[in-house]
């Protein structure tokens, strides 16, 4: 009953920037830790970046200094900001979030959003 939905992929060129957004939608009491992960053709899924329900963030050394995640607790979003993007970034991009509902605790995945970095 509960989903994450996610938008804002698309085709960007080197350098450019991405906004990527991620809602958690149903019946929910309150969101642990959300976090964005990516997989490039081939490669396994990677870590992107991480948000406790109070603030505290981790990043990939790879995205540091370029991307930033986010959350508004109120809308039960979690958002990541990408600058600087750099054909290396392209992947699909998928965001996570340990959600509680009123019957457990539960780990979720959103759809996958593509995310395409080429000039």
């Known amino acids: 009953q509960v989903q994450l939905v996610e938008s804002g992929g698309g085709l960007v060129q080197p350098g450019g920037s991405l906004r990527l957004s991620c809602a958690a939608e149903?019946?929910?009491?309150?969101?642990?830790?959300m976090g964005w992960y990516r997989q490039a053709p081939g490669k396994q899924r990677e870590l992107v970046a991480t948000?406790?329900?109070?603030?505290?963030?981790t990043y990939a050394d790879s995205v540091k200094g370029r991307f930033t995640i986010s959350r508004d607790n109120a809308r039960n979003t979690v958002y990541l900001q990408m600058n600087s993007l750099k054909p290396v970034d392209t992947a699909v991009y998928y965001c996570?979030?340990?959600?509680?509902?009123?019957?457990?605790?539960?780990?979720?995945w959103g759809q996958g959003t593509q995310v395409t970095v080429s000039s």
């Open positions: 996570n979030a340990g959600v509680v509902t009123l019957t457990a605790v539960g780990d979720y």
């Open positions: 948000i406790t329900r109070g603030g505290t963030t």
């Open positions: 149903g019946i929910i009491f309150s969101i642990n830790t």
